[in-house]
């Protein structure tokens, strides 16, 4: 078989997801028209099985990510990727839309996923690109609980009583481990970085209905061993508003994100042979190059760049978030 170059810059369809708390404001993000008035996600490049995000042009258009992982190999993922996970891309890039309250969850750590769903645990990370007055988001605990308080707040229907609540701003980053319950408030627009994984523990749903009245599904006791219990469990950054470019603004065992803050202005951004850059454009209208291929890369927007890619720039005006391991 005759394998076509790796393009420097891959562009990827995403997978809109329209969910029961959603809303629109990821088309106007994007600069785009949608009739869905409960588009919750867009996931912008996911290798999840039944929801591989696909090229969307170039040189390989219509191949999915996964086929291009096992393909490519080291050359698209990285030397320490491939070690690591082999020809598997292990992350999930998405942007939400809550225009309603989400359930209080909380996901497996890689240990327990393994045991229970042969999968991967889900560590995550929030960007707050918009957020209403008043908006606000749950992480962590701001009470001590145990397994036992644990089942008898669900029971008393008041475990939003023990989560930390912080009030939501444009710039904020929160990082979530695995083990962390969390939720997000309503009229927050947010990207997600994650882990490439599905596995989530719906605690409690406000008592919500699906479309044909039924309470959606709990996992109260699935959640049981899987929620981190330490307190205080205070893990940085949590709504902190960073505005100017940061390397590592996150750095953990799953992924790292930058920030990249540019003003008319021309940027390097780090890259390394040892993992892919995931791009997302949270603000503003950027070129991308990369080793001189160009792509304009818009709000809403997102990139993956080989890691093979020996030279990254950004030139315009935006906000970017670089992922990478």
């Known amino acids: 078989m005759t394998v076509k170059p790796l393009d420097k ?3 990827f369809t995403p997978n809109y997801k329209t969910v029961v708390w959603g809303g ?36 390989l258009k219509g191949m999915n990510i996964s086929e291009l992982s096992h393909i490519y190999g080291p050359k698209l993922l990285g030397d320490a990727v491939t070690a690591k996970y082999g020809n598997t891309f292990p992350l999930l890039i998405k942007i ?12 497996p750590d890689d ?51 023990v989560i930390a609540t912080f009030k939501s701003r444009r710039g904020q980053f929160y990082y979530i481990p695995s083990g962390t ?16 994984s599905d596995i989530t523990y719906r605690v409690y749903d406000h008592d919500r209905t699906d479309a044909y009245g039924n309470l959606r599904q709990l996992h109260t006791q699935e959640a049981i ?8 469990n205070e893990i940085e950054p949590t709504a902190k508003v960073i505005d100017k470019t940061t390397v590592n603004a996150i750095k953990g065992d799953h992924f790292s994100v930058d920030l990249y803050c540019l003003n008319n202005e021309k940027q390097a951004v780090f ?8 791009l997302l454009a949270v603000e503003g ?29 950004l030139t315009g005006s935006g906000r970017v978030l670089s992922a990478h391991l």
């Open 9 to 11: 810059i891959l562009v």
């Open 24 to 59: 629109n404001s990821i088309p106007a993000l994007k600069g785009e028209h949608s009739d869905c008035q409960r588009l919750g996600e867009s996931w912008e490049i996911s290798a999840l099985p039944g929801h591989e995000t696909i090229v969307a042009n170039g040189n």
């Open 96 to 107: 939400i839309d809550a225009r309603q309250m989400l359930s209080v969850q909380v996901h």
């Open 111 to 161: 240990r327990l996923a393994a045991e229970r769903h042969n999968s991967r645990g889900k560590s995550e990370m929030w960007y707050v690109i918009d957020a209403d007055e008043g908006a606000e988001i749950y992480r962590g605990l701001k009470a001590p609980l145990s397994p036992q308080s644990y089942l008898r707040h669900i029971a008393a229907k008041s475990i939003m009583d």
């Open 181 to 196: 319950i969390h939720s997000i408030g309503a009229g927050n627009l947010l990207a997600e970085i994650q882990q490439s």
């Open 225 to 232: 061993d899987a929620i981190d219990y330490s307190f205080p």
């Open 271 to 278: 890259n390394s042979h040892n993992s892919f850059t995931a």
């Open 285 to 313: 209208s950027l070129t991308v190059e990369a080793d001189g291929e160009c792509r304009t890369l818009n709000a809403g927007h997102s990139a993956l760049i080989p890691a093979f890619v020996d030279s990254i720039t």
